[in-house]
């Protein structure tokens, strides 16, 4: 499996994603001839390690060539949901809130409120890494910092995005191959 943000994914292919909203549209279609032929080349390929190999040897140069190196990584979700919010604002004279929030909802798929949530939760997690890596976490602490209500709201939070208790989605990133994007470091 491949996640790109909707961010990327423009990028990338230079195709709105609010044209993509509630579509299955094929590979080739949006990104082109190339990346159908690349995906046809890591469903052949005999392991993962090789099917993983291609698909970063195909994608760092495009990739590379796209994305903005100063923003850091956990700042990402939050810079394309300000932005998304902006253009929608901006996308109209008397635009209303009500319409405003209908916009952002066609173009993502999501309605703002829920886009603001996964950004306090996706912040959450690069400092509950930090903290945890070095062994200074606490979550009381965490969650006042990140803007929760109590400690008892960032649970219920973490767990209606990911499925996971804080400690649990901490154990399974360290421990169970699935969890390896949560792993990913900005370098």
């Not at 996640?3 to 993509?20: D, K, N, Q, R, W």
């Not at 279609?29 to 993962?48: H, I, K, P």
């Not at 990911?162 to 989605?169: A, K, M, V, Y």
Request: aromatic fraction near 8%; include cysteine; proline fraction near 3%.
């Amino acid at each position: 499996m491949v996640a790109l943000t909707p961010a990327a994914v423009e990028a990338l292919s230079g195709v709105p994603v609010s044209s993509l909203v509630n579509r299955v549209v094929p590979l080739e279609e949006v990104f082109g001839a190339a990346w159908g032929t690349m995906a046809q080349e890591v469903l052949r390929a005999t392991d993962d390690a090789r099917r993983i190999a291609l698909f970063e040897d195909f994608l760092e140069p495009r990739w590379e060539l796209v994305r903005d190196g100063t923003v850091l990584r956990a700042d990402r979700f939050h810079y394309w949901v300000e932005n998304l919010a902006l253009r929608a604002a901006q996308s109209g004279v008397g635009v209303g809130m009500r319409q405003m929030e209908r916009r952002i909802k066609q173009w993502a798929g999501q309605p703002l409120r829920d886009l603001r949530r996964m950004e306090r939760a996706e912040e959450t997690f690069f400092r509950a890494m930090a903290s945890h890596q070095r062994g200074s976490l606490d979550w009381a602490e965490m969650a006042v910092d990140c803007g929760y209500a109590d400690q008892a709201h960032l649970c219920r939070d973490v767990r209606r995005n990911t499925g996971h208790s804080p400690t649990d989605l901490l154990a399974a990133i360290e421990q169970e191959e699935s969890f390896w994007m949560y792993r990913l470091r900005d370098q």
